[in-house]
């Protein structure tokens, strides 16, 4: 039986998986969940009833949350691209950023999108507020972090790589980059070149106008 992901193309986290699965050519089959697809939502809730996507299903497993995801997949279904080192620190660098872009970025950029999903201005104002605040911060972090590099653990583009992207994308989306950050910035226009990123940011265009803070006419 053939890798299955369920998920849906406009969700920074299904995108993280894909980037992976895309780097290494990975065959798989991707099950959109959505109101078109009720038959995929019902699969996805019988096997996952936390409600959380992506979701990753070989055979009889089921692999949940996205970090564990890309290292299965390089432990059960590896590529030419080694997304994690074997050299353990070097791994384990990779692994804290991975962390700190899911954490520290996309959960940032999430207050303001959440604030905007309930359509009451004052909680879409405070949420933004809050998102700005933290997101300010890693980015100055960031800016130092990376200076020096082409990925974002070094040389290598990594399982920190697919964590970034679309945290980076979406976060500048939500409170732009500023030319004071011109080492992030260039880092995540590298990023919207990297093949595996470009093709999920074409396969999510169509769904833009779902984003609650409004899409800029870029990117």
């Known amino acids: 039986m053939s890798l299955v992901l369920y998920g ?9 998986v894909l980037i992976a699965l895309y780097e290494n050519g990975t065959p798989f089959e991707f099950r959109s969940l959505g109101p ?11 096997r996952w009833p936390l409600r959380k996507f992506p979701l990753l299903v070989d055979g009889e497993r089921d692999v949940v949350e996205t970090s564990i995801i890309i290292e299965y997949l390089q432990l059960v279904h590896p590529g030419p691209v080694r997304l994690l080192p074997a050299e353990p620190m070097a791994a384990l660098d990779v692994r804290f950023l991975d962390r700190f872009f899911d954490l520290h970025v996309m959960n940032a950029a999430q207050h303001a999108v ?11 104002k405070e ?5 700005v605040e933290k ?3 890693a980015y100055a972090w960031l800016e130092g972090q990376l200076a020096g590099r082409t990925w974002a653990a070094g040389a290598d583009f990594t399982l920190a790589d697919c964590a970034a992207a679309p945290s980076l994308f ?7 980059i500023s030319e004071a950050f011109p080492v992030l910035r260039a880092y995540r226009a590298r990023l919207l070149t990297r093949p595996s990123f470009a093709r999920a940011v074409e396969e999510a ?3 833009r106008p779902l984003f609650p803070l409004g899409a800029p006419d870029r990117d």
């Open 8 to 16: 849906h193309p406009f969700s920074s986290y299904t995108q993280k």
């Open 36 to 46: 078109d697809t009720p038959q995929h939502t019902a699969e996805w809730l019988r």
């Open 114 to 124: 959440d604030g905007a999903l309930t359509g009451d201005p004052v909680k879409r």
């Open 127 to 131: 949420g933004l507020a809050l998102a």
């Open 135 to 137: 997101l300010e911060r």
């Open 170 to 176: 979406y976060a500048d989306w939500t409170h732009r």
């Open 205 to 207: 265009r169509p769904f």
